[in-house]
């Protein structure tokens, strides 16, 4: 991307918001010129957008340069009322089956075409995960991703499977025909299944948590060792995510 | 503040982030004229700059026509690393000492001259508090905030004092000179204690999570019912906290 420029009748908002759009799960820190690239903005105008949302907290500058997302952005995103009421009905929930497992716990949400993690239990004994708070997984090749995907309109499945079923590993679906029918048995039995098809050595189960409405307002899952451990929990995920319905609606 | 307006010279960047500004827990959801009052920016102008941070995903408008925080946000303020790496490593010690006690656990940083809350756990057998996440508490008036204030510079608590020491309620210290004497106490044990200073019938203690140059971090605390509960539980809540610093560290 690097070299081109902005659309010279972008606002000066929307530049400054493209600005913050550079940061993400796998970019948390980057310098003035990798800002400049990844928002197609003029060096100069990116520096002084940085400086902006550093004054206000935007942003905080590291001691090697680099710029990083400040408190300020912090406190203000932790007042999104769908995460809020969400993880707080959801957090006893989690802890019993953290509890009860001692495995990765994660609730999700649909953000765009991917599964937004908003909170996630877990421990040094529990399989390592690469899932963060505020991180994005495929919706095909996840527990919590399927759950979302099995309970929400057909429009998004074709979104994603036009989008591009990736191959996360040699177990991951990647025909849409075979995405849909593993969809139509999720709805059948409420859970959605993950055998290594995101990573290798790490298996899924989720449930959705539907709104009064029918609709899927967000997905719990397990990601544990073993295709054992995911199938004798599966009851207890479905379980929980229906208490936090209960409780949400 | 209605009628004024903003500084003629401030850029439009600042006036964007002056809008997310008016936002905060005790104003999570906003009208136009609320946030063109709070902003001190014409109608016409907020107008423009929510229209903007809607369709950017940083906004959402309500059925009843108000504004809040919208998902895009919480997402870039979740990529902190200040919470982030603080969170993870108190994640494990805050749900021990939940599992252990059934309180309220929380988890706090300075902010200004105010306690932040980044994390907490709770359920429906403990306490009532009001905090919430992203909300902020009085240094002089919560155990978490004592911790912090006892082990940082002392500038900080001539700031807080020369604010004024709410009393927020009959037990509240008010005077600054026993708050110095109450802190010297803390430095000495550990520990901070609050003896329903916030709020009538909640208790707490809380222990700073001290980094390797002696600063501190964050404060661990824990919000009971009772006087003898929260002295039993201050042993835990210090090994908590110590065992987040050695994590962090």
Not at 30 to 40: I, K, N
Not at 172 to 192: D, M, S, W
Request: glycine fraction near 10%; charge should be positive; proline fraction near 4%.
């Amino acid at each position: 991307m690097a070299g081109r420029t902005n659309t010279p009748g972008q606002t000066v908002s929307r530049r400054l918001l493209s600005v913050l759009d550079c940061f993400d799960v796998a970019h948390p820190a980057l310098s003035l010129t990798e800002v400049a690239t990844r928002s197609r903005l003029p060096v100069s105008t990116a520096r002084r957008l940085i400086g902006e949302l550093c004054a206000w907290g935007g942003l905080e500058r590291l001691d090697d340069g680099r710029y990083r997302v400040g408190m300020r952005l912090w406190t203000i995103g932790s007042l999104a009322p769908r995460q809020r009421g969400l993880r707080e009905a959801a957090l006893p929930f989690m802890h019993d089956l953290f509890q009860a497992t001692q495995e990765n716990i994660q609730l999700t949400v649909l953000e765009g075409t991917h599964a937004l993690c908003i909170d996630k239990i877990s421990s040094s004994k529990a399989v390592p995960t690469m899932t963060h708070i505020g991180g994005r997984l495929p919706l095909h090749a996840t527990g919590v991703g399927k759950a979302i995907l099995a309970f929400s309109d057909k429009e998004l499945l074709r979104s994603v499977a036009d989008a591009g079923l990736a191959r996360m590993t040699p177990h991951t679906i990647t025909q849409p025909g075979r995405l849909a029918a593993a969809l139509a048995e999720v709805r059948k039995t409420g859970v959605a299944y993950c055998y290594e098809e995101m990573t290798l050595g790490a298996v899924s189960v989720a449930a959705p948590v539907l709104g009064m409405d029918g609709k899927v307002r967000a997905a719990l899952g397990i990601v544990a060792h073993s295709r054992a451990a995911v199938d004798r929990l599966a009851p207890a995920v479905r379980a929980a995510a229906l208490g936090i319905a209960r409780w949400t609606g």
